[in-house]
């Protein structure tokens, strides 16, 4: 604070200037060698009442200098939050470096699915909609018995969808309510793969006529991702050090890596079908192949080099 001590001093100096030290000789040199006559020191030149003039200009100056002071001090502290708010934000931190290459690398790993999903449903149209439901309701309250009856859990067991709409018919440009469509579906986990075609089967029986979204997939992928991830970073490296070879330059560090692990599965096989709507043609049930599913990880990855 050595600038707010000078600007102490230099008032100091001012107000004893302007104002005198106590002894009366600045008063004598402001008022012409008389002195600020009048009771109090309150008189001016010539025992004129009022203040003394060289004080009210000391103060004024006094006040200005203050001013400064305080706006110095305003633009000092704002300079240091301010640098220290770039320290906080930089620290650590550096510019990309000119210098780089980036490198892609793919990674796969295949392994054979321990979970199907299927979706299994039943639409009913009847002219009334309490008809429709009942009828819709006691058809899927049977399928569902049916598929536990084979070991399915209920926790394995989601009802996806319930709909209830009205059907027209459209003639000579009227249009004219014809009747109630109920729809529901419910979503099935297999654990046990062998049971597949029982459940498929099972729907036929009950007399379900929508069966769509066979899927297989792993229940945890997360060991066969890291597997594909590193062998997209060996490929990644081996192609970095390749290009580095050919370009004539030296590897020196990563400078940033990124990674994208694109979902799929296996487009399973029938031997036979459901029969669409109103059911499968007889109960036999369909042979599905599970197949194998590939993980597959994608990663780019930047160098720098000299």
């Keep these: 604070m050595a600038e707010k001590n000078a600007f102490k001093k230099i008032s100091s100096s001012l107000e004893e200037d302007f104002c005198g030290d106590g002894s009366g000789a600045v008063e004598k040199k402001c008022c012409g060698g008389g002195g600020c006559g009048g009771s109090g020191g309150k008189n001016g030149?010539?025992?004129?009442?009022?203040?003394?003039?060289?004080?009210?200009?000391?103060?004024?100056?006094?006040?200005?200098?203050?001013g400064i002071l305080?706006?110095?001090?305003?633009?000092?502290?704002?300079?240091?939050?301010?640098n220290n708010i770039k320290k906080f934000?930089?620290?650590?931190?550096?510019?990309?470096?000119?210098n780089t290459i980036s490198i892609s690398g793919e990674g796969k790993v295949t392994a054979e699915p321990n979970i199907a999903s299927v979706e299994v449903g039943l639409v009913t149209d009847k002219k009334d909609v309490a008809a429709a439901q009942k009828e819709n309701t006691g058809k899927m309250n049977i399928l569902i018995a049916g598929i536990k009856a084979l070991g399915i859990a209920d926790a394995?067991?989601?009802?996806?969808?319930?709909?209830?709409?009205?059907?027209?018919?459209?003639t000579d440009g009227k249009t004219t309510l014809n009747g109630y469509t109920v729809s529901q579906s419910v979503t099935v986990k297999i654990r046990d793969l062998s049971k597949i075609s029982a459940v498929l089967a099972k729907t036929g029986e009950s007399g379900a006529n929508q069966v769509s979204g066979l899927q297989f997939t792993i229940d945890d992928p997360a060991s066969l991702q890291d597997n594909a991830r590193n062998k997209a970073l060996v490929q990644a490296g081996e192609k970095a050090q390749a290009l580095a070879r050919t370009l004539g330059v030296n590897l020196v560090r990563v400078v940033s890596f990124?990674?994208?692990a694109p979902?799929?599965?296996?487009?399973?096989?029938?031997?036979?079908?459901?029969e669409g709507m109103g059911g499968a043609a007889d109960a036999t049930a369909p042979s599905i192949q599970p197949g194998s599913n590939e993980v597959k990880v994608q990663v780019n990855v930047v160098y720098e080099i000299e």
């Design 70 to 82: 305080l706006v110095y001090l305003i633009i000092y502290v704002g300079s240091l939050t301010r």
């Design 45 to 66: 030149c010539g025992g004129s009442q009022g203040h003394h003039p060289c004080g009210r200009l000391g103060k004024v100056i006094i006040k200005t200098l203050w």
């Design 156 to 170: 394995d067991l989601q009802t996806s969808q319930y709909q209830i709409y009205p059907k027209y018919d459209y």
């Design 263 to 274: 979902q799929g599965g296996p487009v399973p096989m029938y031997s036979r079908g459901l």
């Design 89 to 98: 934000y930089y620290v650590g931190k550096m510019d990309r470096p000119q």
């Design 258 to 260: 990124n990674e994208y």
